[in-house]
């Protein structure tokens, strides 16, 4: 089955302990990218990647950083988390950024920083 | 400019009704309009696509894009309480960037069908 599969789920942690969010697709997809989604904000996008070693970041990279080693993987690390970021967090692939293609979300991850 | 405005409800409607919901935008250059369907406690799925003006129909969903006006629409007949969940649009230029240049997301509209 073609999918963007994120883990965990859910994540309660404290503040300042570094974190990673995985994301894989199985799609062969060029394109990847991070967003989260707040109540009233709706999507904000953290950084994308238009293949292995490139990322750029998008409109809120603060706080973050991805890696693109390897195409299908593309994890969202937080270094020392923060409170403002409990949120919850999509990745999204597609085949080209082009908007023709449409991106594939995985389910999310609930972060919870206390 | 990137905004897109969408009104995010609730817009609660009794089943079997047709509901509109819409966006407005204020980039002339969106070539390419969606729509995504976001249940609660997952992910955005992809629902209609179209690319510049004009009507698309996928069984009781109808998207409809007046690039004049910078207003776009999904209709769906017919109403089911399955149909509940937020509607996002999202729109995107002809050459994309894919970051800051890429798919731009209304912030989506809470769609309840009442039994």
């Known amino acids: 089955e073609a999918q963007v599969t994120q883990n965990p789920r859910y994540l309660i942690t404290v503040t300042g302990k570094k974190l990673t969010v995985t994301c894989s697709q199985n799609m062969n997809h060029e394109y990847m990218s991070w967003y989260r989604q707040d109540p009233g904000l709706g999507l904000r996008q953290i950084y994308y990647?238009?293949?292995?070693?490139?990322?750029d970041k998008g409109d809120v990279p603060e706080g973050y950083k991805v890696s693109r080693k390897e195409k299908r993987n593309f994890p969202l690390i937080l270094e020392s988390p923060s409170p403002n970021q409990t949120s919850l967090y999509f990745c999204a692939s597609s085949l080209l950024p082009l908007g023709n293609y449409g991106y594939t979300f995985g389910s999310g991850t609930r972060l919870t920083v206390v | 400019q990137k905004e897109v405005e969408q009104d995010p409800g609730p817009l609660s409607v009794p089943e079997g009704a047709i509901v509109s919901l819409n966006c407005t935008y204020s980039?002339?250059?969106?070539?390419?309009f969606m729509w995504y369907r976001q249940y609660s406690r997952k992910g955005p799925e992809l629902l209609m696509y179209?690319?510049?003006?004009g009507n698309k129909e996928d069984g009781r969903f109808t998207a409809q894009v007046d690039k004049s006006s910078k207003y776009i629409s999904l209709f769906i007949r017919d109403s089911q309480p399955s149909d509940s969940a937020t509607y996002l649009c999202?729109?995107?230029?002809?050459?994309?960037?894919?970051?800051?240049?890429?798919?731009?997301f209304g912030k989506g509209t809470h769609l309840i069908i009442q039994p």
């Open positions: 999202a729109m995107s230029p002809l050459d994309s960037g894919g970051g800051a240049d890429g798919l731009t």
């Open positions: 990647s238009m293949n292995v070693e490139v990322t």
């Open positions: 980039n002339s250059a969106f070539q390419y």
């Open positions: 179209t690319y510049s003006s």
